[in-house]
């Protein structure tokens, strides 16, 4: 049972499908009774929610902010709904980078169910957004520039390499001649949402290299299935593909002199509360991340 009205709870469908009879399948009843609960919520906000289109259903303005809400509170109401649950359990807001779901996850204290964690992934402008406006409580997030309002508590560098599937690095070897490879093989590429690219586009800039982009994407995931496939590379960060490199799914072939690394950084706000025991959890899992070069255990 929801604290909330069927009302809000089917709008919310609605928007989801942006479709009153595909909300209507999923939610097993008739869309002329959704037609008529989209109405009554309507006259309950004085304000059209929804525009028919030939394409399904659109949200007016006002819908778009009741839909913002509704989404804050049904969020809200999840989250109170597991602290009560589990009375005992520490609960906490961390926003982290794409690789470290694997690591956060791997916490003994969420099999144990001491700790409660909604996890937000995102790109460390976004993630430091949230920060400061309270949204998130933790951030772990690469290249945080110093600002008052941010408590960096540890620190540690990841190198950045060439990324390539088994057998599919160019010829050669120096860094040189792994870059001038680029102009001439495909690549796959974080985009400029990612704090990694300035430091790669300086490097091409540097060695007068133009990349062959086969594309770009903010999605590290996303860049390392299609590396595995063979057909073309890319530029991570040890720590991006540490789980990939030790299961000889992916090579990552070193640049040192070229000095290309990222700031991993463990983050808070000044003003925030008492954190102390989950912040205790995630600075160990900090410390125990993997270093440049050292792969997982079998």
Not at 190 to 203: F, K, N, T
Request: hydrophobic share 45%; glycine share 6%.
């Amino acid at each position: 049972m929801s604290a909330f009205s069927r009302e809000l709870l089917s709008f919310v469908e609605i928007s989801r499908h942006n479709s009153v009879r595909r909300a209507a399948e999923v939610l097993n009843v008739a869309p002329s009774a959704l037609i008529r609960q989209m109405q009554m919520l309507e006259r309950a906000f004085g304000a059209p929610l929804m525009a028919r289109t030939p394409q399904g259903s659109s949200l007016t303005d006002a819908g778009k902010k009741l839909l913002e809400q509704a989404t804050r509170w049904i969020d809200a109401e999840r989250e109170l709904r597991a602290v009560i649950s589990r009375p005992n359990a520490t609960g906490m807001r961390v926003g982290i980078m794409e690789c470290l779901l694997p690591f956060v996850m791997a916490q003994p204290e969420l099999r144990t169910g001491t700790l409660i964690l909604k996890i937000i992934v995102s790109d460390t402008s976004t993630l430091l957004q949230q920060l400061r406006s309270g949204e998130l409580d933790v951030v772990i997030a690469f290249n945080v520039m110093d600002d008052p309002d941010i408590h960096i508590h540890k620190k540690r560098e990841y190198d950045i390499g060439l990324i390539t599937a088994p057998g599919f690095a160019p010829a050669g070897g120096t860094e040189a001649d792994l870059l001038s490879a680029c102009a001439d093989l495909p690549l796959c590429l974080p985009d400029g949402s990612l704090s990694i690219w300035p430091r790669l586009e300086g490097a091409f800039t540097r060695m007068r290299v133009q990349p062959r982009v086969m594309m770009d994407t903010n999605s590290v995931r996303l860049i390392r299935d299609y590396i595995k496939q063979g057909e073309c590379m890319g530029f991570l960060t040890w720590l991006d593909v540490v789980q990939d490199v030790s299961s000889g799914d992916l090579s990552f072939h070193a640049l040192d002199n070229l000095r290309l690394n990222e700031t991993l950084c463990l983050c808070t706000r000044h003003v925030a509360g008492e954190v102390m025991p989950v912040m205790a959890t995630l600075a160990r899992m900090f410390d125990a991340l993997p270093q440049t070069g050292t792969l997982m255990p079998g």
